[in-house]
């Protein structure tokens, strides 16, 4: 069974985004995102996806990914549509919808173009000059690798879940999906500490 | 090889019904390289084999390995103690293979470029190297075992200890995970339901209601124990 992803995995290349400085992919990522944020308007909007479609190109990330995280953002970014088509009409709804597109394609650019591993050393380097401030850069970074992974993880302990309530003919019961979920990811999180510990992660 | 000392070690939790022995007062010297402990679920075997690294902590006693008290420097101890778990998918914590070594390794080799080749050795020496790039989630089971026993292995732990590491693997898997675990260099204590793997084992423990109820060599201890559920069986236990 594939897993779904929200972020996509790393994929080795030699493109020119691949070979950009970490620091520079994170702090465009971050510029973007703040302009889409920030730029209200439909035009604006079909122009960030095209530049997130740009890098995606630019990147050769496959097309597998990006339909990934396409179907990813889609339930979210329907029920935002429609709240947003509600609140303030159907150019809103679009353009909501078109910026989150935009920001899950490049969310993918960058996960597919960057090794965790250089993330968190790179995140180790940025927080290092805190340490006296009390910060505890391998921890941090720990931190954000693992809330990465956990997406995929969770989404495919979610299919199985379902997968098991529908094999009961109890797919509409939330509390017979729900209650194994919620306790099977709450006993994942615990293995996966027991196993970071076992590993002497963050044992500093 | 090193020695694994439990002096008295044992552990009771509390439940709503009361303390519960998960294992009493064990007393034992492990020196031999590869020590199997078999036994029924629930007996006591993973919480004996978690008191070696400080992943469950004696209530009574003291473990000891090597030296070191596991209660007092737990984190020497798990420098020093590799763990493999039941699931590997608990144990993979990266997205991909590559990735998830350099994880275990980040700490023992400085410098991301030597720590990708070292990476890279290790899982070639697993017969991974072709799926470094690959994605945790592409893996077989059979695979994933292995993956995790490389990034175990990354950081040369002078004991491993393995929680029923075949459990989740087909035939094949399972002996092949078995083969590279018996023929580690290392201290192996192995917890196994697979009494063929328990009879390779140099001494063998079965644990009966969180207490030895033997200890000695395989053959034996194993017969022992097939030989003690099925009395139970007989008894309609």
């Known amino acids: ?39 209200r308007s439909m035009p604006a909007s079909w122009v960030f996806l095209a530049l997130a479609l740009g890098a995606a190109l630019l990147a050769r990330v496959s097309v597998t990914a990006l339909a990934r995280a396409a179907r990813g953002v889609l339930l979210v970014a329907v029920v935002v549509a429609a709240f947003q088509w509600w609140l303030k009409g159907p150019d809103r709804a679009i353009e909501t919808v078109v910026d989150l597109f935009a920001l899950a394609l490049v969310a993918v650019v960058l996960t597919a173009t960057t090794p965790v591993n250089a993330m968190l050393d790179a995140l180790v380097r940025w927080i290092t000059p805190f340490r006296r401030l009390g910060a505890e850069p391998d921890r941090v970074a720990l ?22 309530a529908r094999a009961r003919g109890l797919e509409r019961r939330p509390r017979a999906y729900l209650s194994p979920f919620v306790i099977r990811v709450v006993a994942r999180a615990q293995e996966t500490g027991d196993a970071l510990a076992a590993r002497g992660l963050g044992d500093d | 090889m090193p020695t694994l000392t ?20 064990t007393t034992l010297e492990l020196t031999e390289r590869r020590v199997g402990v078999v036994g029924a679920n629930g007996s006591g075997k993973s919480t004996l084999a978690r008191l070696v690294n400080g992943l469950v902590t004696a209530t009574t006693g003291r473990v000891v390995v090597d030296g070191v008290d596991v209660s007092k420097d737990p984190s020497r101890v798990r420098r020093r103690v590799g763990f493999v778990f039941t699931d590997p998918a608990a144990q993979v914590v990266m997205p991909t293979c590559v990735e998830d070594v350099e994880l275990s390794l980040r700490r023992h080799v400085k410098g991301a470029t030597a720590r990708r080749a070292r990476a890279i050795e ?58 590279v675990l018996l ?26 209601d969180g207490r030895i109820r033997y200890d000695g060599a395989p053959d034996a201890a194993v017969d022992d124990y097939v030989a003690s559920v099925e009395a139970r069986e007989g008894a309609g236990l």
Do not use: W
């Open chain 1, 1 to 39: 069974m594939s897993t779904p992803q929200l972020v996509g995995s790393y994929q080795p290349g030699d493109s020119l985004v691949h070979r950009l400085p970490v620091g520079v992919k994170v702090s465009t990522l971050a510029v973007f995102s703040l302009c889409v944020v920030a730029v």
């Open chain 1, 143 to 164: 931190t954000v690798g693992l809330a990465v992974q956990a997406i995929p993880g969770t989404i495919a302990i979610a299919v199985e879940t379902r997968d098991a």
């Open chain 2, 6 to 25: 439990f002096d008295a070690a044992g552990v009771t939790v509390d439940t709503p019904h009361g303390p519960k022995v998960v294992l009493e007062p």
């Open chain 2, 122 to 179: 290790m899982l070639a020496s697993f017969g991974l190297a072709d799926l470094a790039d690959t994605s945790v989630h592409a893996l077989s089971g059979g695979q994933r075992q292995m993956l995790a026993l490389a990034g175990v292995l990354a950081v040369e732990p002078s004991v491993v200890v393995a929680d029923e590491p075949t459990t989740l693997l087909d035939l094949a898997n399972t002996r092949r995970v078995g083969d």
């Open chain 2, 183 to 208: 023929g580690l260099e290392q201290q192996l204590v192995l917890v196994t339901h697979d009494l063929d793997l328990a009879r390779r084992c140099d001494r063998v423990l079965v644990v009966e």
